[in-house]
């Protein structure tokens, strides 16, 4: 236990400068954490890649309130951590190992302001968690489409300051097609107000495209106006077995032919990452009979006409059978069978992880060149590395791949470990070969920003730098993240 | 006739630095412009609200080219006013009175650099002609969904750089949400290769974001990948009349909860622009009986499943009409039909430019506050000027008003032109006291450049400028544009 006077002692001989103490004078007790056991969750990202220190965590209760940290921060030259739920991937909303920077973790900023059916928008705050979202916008009879694995966990306000890609991008984009306003604090402390509503607006530079994905480098996004879409009634949940690589983006081009834009998700399985998730997971079950070279989850989310939905489906999947597409294909009679489906897709990380460390890759490449990516980037590594064990899988129809590796059976897989820069500077170069991206849906952060500037032409690392220069001169948002 | 000898007399005499020398030795003499017959329709605008001259016009045949002469231009301190199609409504592509700028018409770049349909994009130069895009796609069973009045002569680097709006922004977005990526020269000369055609790509700042709707006042688009969809295979053209302003929003509510994203126009024409249109136009007829307030044009796209898109269609309308949404209704039984339809809301411009001079206004509101706008609005103008005619029509479904006012019947029309200013600052307030946009779809360019600044925040005005003074250290490119 550390007792309260132990604790105002520490922080008064680290306060030196008074800053801890006129911020807590903006945000009281309960927007301040200083107790290092307290501060703990703030300071190490989701994958525990990261570990750094802070000065302080603060917990704004309000845009005002943020917008005072930041000025007192910027007159003080004392660098600022933004930080939502912290589920990020690359370490962008984990302070330094210096202890002199400061967290701000939006969590109590967790109002939604205003739903506006008819307008098809709903205004939250930044720390609103996804979820909450999700649910506000259904209990009005709207969907809001942004939907990812951190959902109960991450925060709206991080979503957008990484913009966040996910389940919904095939049909709704990523999440920064999900905007119409922001509200920022900028990195002087004043507050940017831009929470417009519009589906139409053209009186000069679009300010807010700014600050979305800049994790938190250029300003911290306080709350934002979402669209919301009409709540599909029905979705159509069908999983499909295939041999060529190839043939799934000539399915994919039939079936938005025939379904438009309802296709949802068009998710690939390798065999060996449903072999990996049955053999170190329960209730995952094989949906189909025999064993195919890969896999297809797709989604197809009807509004009103449902059982046309289901027919619809159906008779383009029996085309493309006929016509060779496909080998085996089964739509989920239930919703029930619609998650055993998913249950497939969504333990792969889990049962890859399961078999051993795995080294990662996010990588995106225009949709008609996926195969020959996955092919041309296998086959490299196999060379690289004989055995090693390839599962690549993902949001094919984004043709966004998580190329990840597992070690070769039998081997050590520290072996295997010591070989990750390597094994990634191939990956990433072929990615770039094909004119791809070295971070499709996790951005830079600390993880790729140095990598990122091997892949980048030089001018629009220049463009980038003066960018941040111009609206941030102090260097106090975010700095080490992203450039 | 003016002789070559006497062209190249006058050339030489204004060109003592050289510079149009040195830019004719880049483009060559097809690219260079400078007899004044030859220049004048690039010195005036489509409106003829503003006509300008110039040192030369330049018709750059490549982006290199462009690229020289902008850099040639640059190193002698001499503006340059890029130029598409010069259909823009705010004068954003013309030169000023002085004589000294050059304009960067990009005409001859119209190639279409590659269409890849398993991906979904195509990749134009700057001066390929919006129609010669849909045409391609077309040819390839896909849509590229742009689409607006001049389509037959506005080039998509102009409809990038002024974030076109038109008639599929209630399904498809504007032309910036049509982008993937973006080649630009920048304001010195140097070329950014920004041309990724992929779904996702978090790496470091969507820099693509400030060139699109920036009226060339940061660079110039040369290049771009846009995203392609699936072509609807019929469309189902409904006309409907209704008394209640309201009600529509309800209606619009309704149908995409029936009918999903497939709804693709929802165009508000008022019962006086119907009876201008057929006062003043042939072939205008009022597809239903008797009068109603006001009518809607709605348009839904099917893809594949088309007699249930009809069905669906008719099963809302006559649900919407039971409900007391709408007085009557009428679905189109043929292309014939359909175009009779959109033909009074095409007309309602020249229909109403042919009972006399129009003051316009181009605004936006949030889609839920678009009727209380339009009452509010028309009882303002009424009030400050009695018997003034109100035409509020447009793109209903977006919140985006054309609210035009004519004269009053039988008042000398000089009289209400001379309150054009003040009738603008009562509209301008009233949609901006609704946060509302002044310029929905037609940019700032001259014509709203300083009247922007009584509407937009200061700090937003500063971050614009910031911006600008970082791309544009020299203020060469469009200068007096925007800001």
């Not at 920077?101 to 506006?116: E, S, T, Y």
């Not at 072929?430 to 091997?454: C, V, Y």
């Amino acid at each position: 236990m550390v007792g309260i006077g132990e604790r105002r002692g520490r922080t008064a001989s680290a306060d030196s400068d008074g800053l801890v103490d006129r911020i807590g004078q903006v945000v009281g007790s309960k927007g301040l954490i200083l107790d290092p056991r307290d501060m703990e969750p703030y300071l190490t990202d989701w994958r525990r890649l990261y570990v750094g220190r802070a000065r302080a965590v603060v917990r704004p209760a309000s845009t005002p309130e943020t917008a005072a940290v930041v000025a007192l921060a910027a007159a003080a030259r004392v660098a600022i951590v933004p930080q939502g739920g912290n589920t990020g991937m690359v370490g962008a909303s984990v302070p330094d190992d210096s202890g002199r920077q400061i967290v701000i973790a939006l969590g109590r900023m967790n109002r939604i302001r205003k739903l506006d059916p008819l307008n098809n928008t709903l205004t939250a705050e930044a720390g609103c968690i996804l979820q909450q979202i999700q649910e506000a916008a259904r209990a009005e009879g709207r969907l809001f489409p942004l939907s990812l694995g951190a959902e109960g966990r991450c925060q709206i306000g991080g979503n957008l300051s990484t913009n966040a890609g996910g389940h919904g991008v095939l049909r709704y984009g990523n999440a920064r097609d999900l905007v119409l306003g922001i509200e920022a604090v900028l990195p002087d402390g004043r507050i940017w107000d831009g929470l417009r509503a519009l589906r139409k607006d053209n009186t000069g530079y679009d300010l807010k495209q700014l600050f979305i994905g800049a994790e938190g480098t250029l300003g911290i996004i306080t709350a934002a106006v979402l669209k919301l879409f009409a709540l599909p009634e029905e979705v159509v949940s069908a999983f499909v077995g295939f041999e060529r690589l190839e043939d799934a983006m000539v399915l994919l081009a039939r079936l938005r032919a025939a379904l438009g834009e309802t296709v949802t998700a068009f998710e690939l399985i390798p065999r060996i990452g449903l072999e990996l998730a049955r053999r170190h997971l329960a209730n995952v079950a094989d949906p189909l009979a025999g064993p195919h070279a890969h896999y297809l989850l797709i989604e197809v989310a009807g509004s009103g006409r449902d059982r046309d939905t289901r027919e619809a489906v159906e008779a383009a999947l029996s085309e493309a059978l006929q016509a060779g597409l496909l080998s085996d294909a089964v739509l989920a009679a239930s919703t029930a069978q619609a998650k055993a489906f998913w249950r497939v897709r969504e333990t792969l990380s889990e049962a890859q992880a399961l078999e051993g460390p795995t080294i990662k890759h996010d990588v995106a490449v225009p949709i008609s060149e996926a195969p020959a990516f996955i092919r041309r980037a296998t086959t490299a590594v196999e060379a690289a590395l004989p055995g090693v064990r390839t599962v690549a899988f993902g949001h094919l129809g984004d043709g966004n791949i998580h190329f990840n590796l597992t070690h070769p059976a039998g081997d050590d897989p520290k072996v295997f470990l010591a070989r990750q820069t390597e094994l990634n500077r191939i990956v990433h170069d072929i990615t770039a070969d094909m004119d791809g991206s070295i971070s499709a849906e996790h951005g830079l952060g600390q993880l790729k920003r140095e990598e990122i500037a091997r892949y980048k032409a030089p001018l629009e690392l220049e463009l980038m730098r003066r960018i941040k220069a111009t609206l941030d001169p102090l260097n106090i948002m975010n700095p080490g993240k992203v450039l």
